[in-house]
């Protein structure tokens, strides 16, 4: 058997898009943060402020934020949809998709940088409304939402309760009416359009959860009277109930998009829908929100549009749509998550143990590795956090990139496979990555775009505590949401009563909860 040694040539195991590092100091721009840089000394940086202090004063793992790049990423968004549709519509309302990563402080900025927050549960909600966001600069999502939650919303004054279905146009509608109010209702409608990275389908019918549908409802157990269609329905409704104050209509067609195509479907699809209202009820619905899903880079292979470039193609679409139909154009909002904060942090860990294992053709199942006697290496590296700090490779098979952070990558580069520390085969941070072979205890790795969807979905999985966030701004690293301790884990398990009639029972623990 020919064992092929590690050496600096591209692996045959290697992904098609992953390439062979030329300069394993160099960060690639598109994957960080504005003011990361790697120092002279080798050590990443973020605003100045390096690595190793985050470190060694906060512990890995630990999620690092650059609370420059946040704002101008979403004043990027604000300003360039602003200036596409300004002649169209007065502008676009920016509303940041708070379920991607959100903390008191960060809705703090939101607020500053003058977006809206949306919201899809009442602790979202409870998040926003603390750090003082005003209400009408808020929104409710959610495809079953309690009278609780809808109750708050309603007192709250929020901006725009998005409503998912039939049942919740009169929930809505009544509990409005009973608090005295009327509710800012938008309308979630399924369009039909699915995008996700590269392509994009358009179908007639939804299979999914969410939203009402556009398309008249055939077949056996259609009930008389069930003529319309679920969105038209629900707009006859909304229109004759007097807790309710319809605003438009509404879709959210997927995530990580990154051309502007399923947008523009989208938005010409639900553009015929007002249309029909308007010839139905005469009555043009002054708004329509084309939802989130700008696609962000995690690997060198992905390639987002600026916003800027989207924005245009949208405006000119909704634009040209709203001469054709004789509309006059409804103000558009979007709910842009991960492109504002996914790029804004990448996650600090510390490496421990490695190992090399060697791979052969059947295992890896590449066709263009017939030869079954040849081995390569593929080298793990594991790290002191895991899928408890980023489930996205498990659950949605997501690939990150990842760079040594405390030192100049120096050692030939081998492909590698950075692994969390659970008890899972599958806890896998970055499938794969070209380190260098020394990467080894004690080296710091970084991971960048982890800002959306990796904090938030964080667990206690094998009772590991959740790790902290800092920001870091003008130089400086601010906590913003604490790690948690031992102590925390204990903080909800329920101590078992003191047996009082037996003496020998221990006396609790110093710290230990007392019993009522
Ligand atoms: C998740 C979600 C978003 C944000 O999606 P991103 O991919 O993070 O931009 C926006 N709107 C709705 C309704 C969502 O469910």
């Not at 245009?312 to 998550?337: D, F």
């Not at 990842?402 to 692994?419: H, W, Y």
């Not at 906590?479 to 006396?507: C, K, M, N, Q, W």
Request: proline residues 6%; contains cysteine.
């Amino acid at each position: 058997m020919t064992v092929v040694p590690v050496s600096n040539e591209a692996s045959p195991l290697a992904p098609h898009w992953l390439s062979l590092p030329q300069d394993q100091s160099r960060l690639e721009p598109k994957l960080w943060a504005e003011d990361v840089e790697r120092g002279t000394d080798g050590v990443l940086r973020i605003d100045g402020v390096s690595v190793a202090d985050l470190a060694a004063e906060y512990g890995t793992p630990l999620f690092v934020m650059s609370e420059r790049d946040f704002r101008s990423r979403a004043a990027t968004f604000r300003d360039a949809f602003d200036d596409a549709f300004r002649d169209l519509c007065g502008g676009v309302d920016v509303f940041y998709a708070g379920k991607s990563f959100l903390c008191t402080e960060v809705a703090h900025w939101v607020r500053e940088e003058g977006l809206g927050l949306d919201t899809c549960s009442g602790g979202e909600l409870a998040v926003a409304l603390r750090a003082g966001m005003p209400g009408s600069r808020l929104g409710l999502h959610g495809n079953n939402k309690s009278a609780a939650e809808i109750t708050r919303a309603i007192d709250a004054d929020l901006g725009r309760i998005v409503v998912d279905s039939l049942q919740e146009v009169a929930l809505v509608g009544d509990l409005a009416v009973q608090r005295g109010r009327r509710a800012n209702v938008m309308l979630r409608l399924t369009p039909g359009v699915h995008a996700s990275t590269h392509e994009f389908i358009a179908t007639a019918h939804e299979d999914q959860k969410f939203g009402l549908s556009l398309t008249t409802e055939q077949g056996p157990g259609q009930a008389a009277g069930e003529d319309a269609s679920p969105a038209a329905r629900a707009v006859a409704d909304a229109l004759a109930h007097p807790g309710i104050n319809l605003l438009g209509v509404h879709c959210h067609i997927g995530s990580q998009i990154f051309e502007s195509e399923g947008f523009e479907l989208a938005a010409q699809r639900l553009l015929g829908f007002l249309a029909e209202v308007r010839d139905r009820h005469g009555v043009e619905l002054a708004e329509l929100d084309l939802g989130g899903g700008y696609g962000i880079a995690y690997t060198e292979e992905d390639e987002p549009r600026p916003a800027a470039e989207i924005a245009r193609a949208m405006a000119s679409v909704v634009g040209s749509t709203c001469r054709e139909l004789g509309l006059q154009v409804p103000r558009i909002s979007i709910e842009p998550g991960r492109a504002i904060v996914g790029p804004t942090t990448f996650t600090l860990y510390t490496a421990g143990t490695t190992k090399t294992v060697r791979v052969d053709a059947a295992a890896n199942g590449s066709e263009e590795l017939q030869d079954t006697s040849v081995t390569h290496p593929r080298r793990y590296v594991s790290v002191d956090g895991g899928m408890s700090d980023n489930a996205r490779p498990v659950l949605y098979g997501a690939d990150y990139s990842a760079v040594l952070a405390s030192r100049t990558p120096e050692a030939a580069p081998v492909l590698s496979r950075v692994v969390g520390k659970h008890c899972e085969s599958g806890d896998i941070v970055v499938r794969d990555v070209y380190l260098p072979e020394d990467t080894g205890a004690g080296d710091l790795l970084a991971v960048p775009g982890t800002g959306a969807y990796c904090w938030v979905l964080s667990s206690n999985y094998n009772y590991l505590t959740r790790p902290p966030v800092v920001a870091v701004a003008d130089g400086r690293a601010r906590l913003i949401v604490r790690g948690e301790t031992e102590e925390d884990l204990f903080r909800r398990d329920v101590e078992r009563e003191p047996a009082s009639h037996d003496p020998a029972s221990p006396t609790p623990e110093p710290g230990a909860p007392r019993t009522a």
